[in-house]
């Protein structure tokens, strides 16, 4: 069975103090990782995909990479509107069936 | 941009209602998904479908159908409602061929109250 296990489950910043989300994953024959953004009451909104290993890819302030066992979203001097839960899936297998960790809540004090 | 909508925000019913969420996409993606999210538990995939018509069964579909009659859009029915199922509804959607076909889209989601 597939798991996704995200941390830590919640993280406070201090605006402009850089750190990394944690995705750790246990699937056979990932085909891709997956992350979003979900502010609260609102549909989860797509980042980022991750196909293979040593793979990066970068938006603003965000930077996720992917290793054969795990995957980071690195902040680099987050503001506040960077609050958020982010979300980390994967797909593996034949069908269309992503399963989701729980997800980071991120909060960024001013 | 990928647009998916959901018909309602935010619904009120009471136990033993029958209820239809229903969602619609317009970017003529061929892949479509119903999930619930509560909270410690994440989201949970209920049903998807693949193709109008084509429905499977999520990782916990018990208390819910389905129907796709239209490529666009994607209904969700309980068809008696109970208390449980109290969550936030999302719906998705991807398509099916191309480098991005599992790069799911999701909708504002309906937080669904059952009393």
């Known amino acids: 069975e597939d798991q996704v296990t995200q941390s830590p489950e919640a993280l406070r910043l201090q605006e402009g103090e850089s750190s990394s989300l944690n995705c750790s994953y246990t699937?056979?024959?990932?085909?891709?990782l997956f992350w979003y953004r979900q502010d609260p009451g609102k549909g989860p909104e797509f980042l980022f995909t991750?196909?293979?290993a040593g793979e990066e890819k970068e938006k603003e302030r965000l930077k996720a990479t992917l290793t054969k066992k795990e995957s980071f979203l690195h902040i680099t001097a987050p503001k506040p509107e960077d609050s958020a839960t982010y979300l980390c899936?994967?797909?593996?297998?034949?069908?269309?069936?992503?399963?989701f960790g729980k997800g980071t809540l991120l909060t960024v004090n001013p | 941009d990928v647009k998916v909508t959901q018909s309602s925000r935010y619904l009120v019913k009471r136990t033993g209602e029958k209820v239809f969420l229903e969602c619609v996409q317009d970017m003529d993606h061929e892949n479509m998904f119903w999930y619930r999210q509560d909270p410690g538990l994440g989201l949970r995939l209920i049903y998807f479908s693949y193709d109008v018509k084509m429905k499977e069964k999520g990782d916990i579909p018990e208390g819910y159908s389905v129907s796709r009659e239209k490529k666009e859009r994607f209904s969700l029915i309980l068809e008696s409602a109970s208390t449980n199922q109290t969550s936030m509804y999302l719906c998705a959607s991807s398509v099916t061929s191309g480098r991005e076909r599992y790069e799911q889209y999701f909708g504002p989601g309906t937080r669904l109250t059952v009393t």
């Open positions: 699937v056979s024959g990932l085909r891709g």
């Open positions: 899936a994967v797909q593996a297998g034949s069908n269309y069936k992503l399963t």
């Open positions: 991750l196909y293979s």
